[in-house]
């Protein structure tokens, strides 16, 4: 069974740093395309970054390039979120989500981990 | 950057009616969109992908149609759990936008 799992959210002051994880299981993590999609309080879905299976090659939303670090460990399967100079519209949970194998879809959600930026 | 708009916002339905969402980009997004489901409180799910494909396990009263610009989710004879938000996607090798997202709320 595929499963991610986020952690390291919490409270935050703005401008301040966070670095989010999420534990990847049941699934080829070290060819897996991933992603980091968040979602403010009431509010829609907002894709936030997505990494190569190699780790070597980063993408960005406008709203956090330059701030957030995208990055991973495939040998503990593990995807990282660094978080700098927080903001108030930061504040949302944050979902780690695997894309599939066979396109560029996103075909797995984690649990999330909520950031609060106050 | 591809800009996705939903309509309606919110659709009010009863169950065992059919509705329809409506998804429009502002370029051609090659069948690269999805739909994905998302009920209260809870995690967002794969709905439909490439334009047309359920993913393992969704009922077959959804479907997804469209192409180029304008793309569409149906969901036939609405069930109680059906009730939820529902986002389009696209998607390619660098990038996924999603649209404003539609609530199905109970009529």
């Known amino acids: 069974e595929v499963q991610l799992a986020e952690s390291g959210g919490g409270l935050v002051q703005p401008g301040r740093s966070l670095r989010l994880s999420c534990g990847a299981s049941?699934?080829?993590?070290?060819?897996?395309?991933m992603n980091w999609v968040r979602q403010a309080p009431g509010k829609g879905l907002e894709w936030i970054s997505h990494i190569t299976w190699s780790g070597r090659v980063a993408f960005y939303a406008d709203s956090v390039r330059g701030r957030f670090t995208i990055s991973r460990d495939n040998a503990k399967a593990e995807l990282f979120l660094d978080m700098n100079s927080l903001r108030a519209e930061d504040t949302a949970i944050y979902y780690c989500?695997?894309?599939?194998?066979?396109?560029?879809?996103?075909?797995?959600w984690g649990q999330g981990t909520l950031v609060t930026v106050s | 950057d591809i800009q996705m708009t939903q309509s309606p916002s919110t659709l009010s339905a009863s169950v065992g009616d059919t509705i329809t969402i409506t998804c429009r980009a502002n370029?051609?997004?090659?069948?690269?969109l999805a739909w994905v489901q998302q009920k209260p409180g809870k995690v967002p799910t794969l709905l439909i992908y490439d334009t047309s494909i359920l993913d393992r396990g969704v009922p077959s009263r959804f479907s997804g149609s469209g192409s180029g610009t304008h793309f569409t989710l149906t969901i036939s004879s609405l069930q109680p759990e059906d009730f939820a938000t529902y986002y389009c996607q696209y998607y390619d090798s660098t990038s996924k936008t999603f649209g404003q997202g539609t609530r199905v709320e109970v009529k």
């Open positions: 049941g699934f080829n993590f070290e060819t897996s395309e």
């Open positions: 989500v695997k894309e599939s194998s066979r396109g560029y879809y996103l075909d797995m």
């Open positions: 370029k051609n997004l090659n069948n690269w």
